[in-house]
């Protein structure tokens, strides 16, 4: 078997793909956004069956592999529709946390920079989880675009995906059907 296969490099892109979601998932969970933990729960969920059905030779795992592919894609537009505050979509709504929780993006007070001042007076309402933030300051890279880079780096890896994973399909079918001929 060739190394630079069709078959191998969809490994790859789904091994890079794994690394990027697990990744994102750890600070999805120190932000407690519930909505992206489950998705990437689902996204790790689907990229096993998409190792497992390039290796093992499984067009129907890759075509599920490709098809959530797409689904994903979906998803990280909509979060940076999101973040971005497109089309009547608000970050200070807690969509993202299925309203269990006020917490935001783990990005909004721990980005590359970022200094947070917290609440200490009477005045202000009584702390979430021990603590408000008033002013974040100091950022080098706002939150709303370190998540949408965040999304764009997982919508171009599931493009290349999708592409290698039809192609992989391709070949998996013309080899049973060159097989099933002789």
Not at 80 to 105: K, N, Q
Request: overall charge negative; charged content about 10%; glycine content about 6%.
């Amino acid at each position: 078997m060739a190394c630079c296969t069709g078959r191998c490099t969809l490994i790859f892109i789904c091994t890079l793909q794994m690394m990027a979601v697990l990744e994102r998932q750890v600070f999805d969970f120190l932000g407690y956004q519930w909505a992206p933990v489950l998705v990437n729960f689902l996204q790790v969920l689907l990229l096993i069956l998409g190792l497992f059905g390039s290796a093992q030779y499984r067009p129907r795992y890759v075509v599920l592999y490709a098809i959530w592919s797409v689904l994903w894609v979906a998803w990280n537009i909509f979060l940076i529709c999101f973040y971005l505050e497109v089309g009547g979509l608000s970050r200070s709504t807690d969509v993202l946390t299925f309203m269990a929780s006020r917490h935001r993006s783990w990005f909004l007070e721990h980005g590359p920079g970022c200094t947070s001042e917290l609440a200490s007076s009477p005045s202000v309402s009584p702390p979430v989880l021990g603590h408000v933030v008033l002013r974040v300051s100091g950022c080098l890279l706002e939150y709303p675009y370190l998540e949408v880079l965040h999304c764009a780096i997982h919508i171009l890896l599931a493009l290349f995906g999708f592409v290698y994973a039809c192609y992989v399909v391709s070949v998996f079918t013309e080899e049973e059907d060159s097989s099933q001929t002789k």
